[in-house]
Every structure is written in C-alpha cells, then in structure tokens.
T-cell receptor, first 113, second 113 residues
C-alpha cells in the first residue's frame, strides 16, 4: 500500500501557484519523497524529489516539513498544461525494494482559465 | 518527449488468450520496470529487470512474465488472460536500479473481452 495520503482533487486558477499537499507520517529516515505527474493518456513524468531540504528545479519546488511527515509540491505559475494527476511517493533511494514505485491514487489538479 | 516507446498502443484480446507487450527503452538504460494501471487507479508495480535478469516483483501471479534483451528492449507476457487484466500497461526505464530518473512510456491499453 502507498505510504502517502493526498487530497483526491484540487483546482487552481491559471497563472497562480498550485500547492499540492502530501502526508507521509510513517516515512523512514532513509526514504525520499518523490513527485510524479500523469497527464491524460500519457505515462507518469518525474517532477522532483527530496530527502529533507527544500528542492527546486525548472518544473517545481518541493517543501518538506522539518519532521518530514508532510510535504508540498509547488507549481509557481500553473498553466492549463499542468492539468494532471500528481502522485507523491516515498521510497528508499538506494538498495531497497528493487526500485519499484508505489503509487497511490494521487491528486487530480485542474487548472482553470 | 519520452525516450521510451511501447507497442502496440491499443490491443483487444479474448479471455484465455496470451498477449505480448513490447517496450523499447532509452539507449543505455539497463533497468526496466512494468506497471499495470487500472482505470481510476495509480500504477501498480509488476516486476523489474536489471541487466536482463528479474530483480524485483510485485503482487502479480506467475502468468505475468517478462524478458529484457541486450538491445534495451523488453517484453511483458501475460498468459490465460482474465477480464480483470484489462488495464493500461506502462513500461519505465532508468540507468540503474536505484536511479530516481524513471522515464515512462505512454503505455499499451489492453482490453480483455
């Protein structure tokens, strides 16, 4: 079973920041937080990952709380093309579970004009 | 633009038949994973191959089997198809088992009637 809890759906206005929360209260010390998204009719796309420090790349920012029990994915300026299902996943980076990703149901983000 | 190609994109089979799905990984990616995604659910891990050997398996029966070839292509075989096998089958490749950078294909939509 997935070790994360996400809201089933969220709306965001185009051009505004989209903040997607994720709870992972049972995360282990060696587990990373990963975010993927899946646009309709496509395979999942890697967005970002982090251990305990905040991370930023060209797609998004990841904010992890100090106790690591929750995190937030931030899309700073959402566009219509960001409409997708967003998955928050925790997994060991090295040496565990043969690398499989355990997906939950994710959050369906709808960006509206 | 994804570097992972899956074929066919859609397929209809009859219950009891056998099916082979194919995946062409990004050049140099020595790890390939297969996932099953039922409608409205997140992808579920089937198994992973690393350097042509299976090195991880999810909760799927033995009638789900696979192969990985030296040219970075791979196959998912399903015998004795059941109606519940109807799903989107996704292939994901990466450079190493523990690499976070999984690249997914767009999947094969299998319908069993």
């Amino acid at each position: 079973d997935a070790k994360t809890t996400q809201p089933p759906s969220m709306d965001c206005a185009e051009g505004r920041a989209a903040n997607l929360p994720c709870n992972h209260s049972t995360i282990s010390g060696n587990e990373y937080v990963y975010w993927y998204r899946q646009i309709h009719s496509q395979g999942p796309q890697y967005i970002i990952h982090g251990l305990k420090n905040n991370e930023t790349n060209e797609m998004a920012s990841l904010i992890i709380t100090e106790d690591r029990k929750s995190s937030t994915l931030i899309l700073p300026h959402a566009t219509l093309r960001d409409t997708a299902v967003y998955y928050c996943i925790v997994r060991v980076f090295y040496g565990g579970s043969q690398g499989n990703l355990i997906f939950g149901k994710g959050t369906k983000l709808s960006v509206k004009p | 633009e994804t570097g992972v190609t899956q074929s066919p994109t859609h397929l209809i089979k009859t219950r009891g038949q056998q099916v082979t799905l194919r995946c062409s990984s990004q050049s140099g990616h020595n790890t390939v994973s297969w996932y099953q995604q039922a409608l409205g659910q997140g992808p579920q891990f089937i198994f992973q191959y690393y350097r042509e050997e299976e090195n991880g398996r999810g909760n799927f029966p033995p009638r789900f089997s696979g192969l990985q070839f030296p040219n970075y292509s791979s196959e998912l075989n399903v015998n004795a198809l059941e109606l519940d096998d109807s799903a989107l089958y996704l292939c994901a490749s990466s450079l190493d088992r523990d690499n976070y950078g999984y690249t997914f294909g767009s999947g094969t939509r299998l319908t069993v009637v």
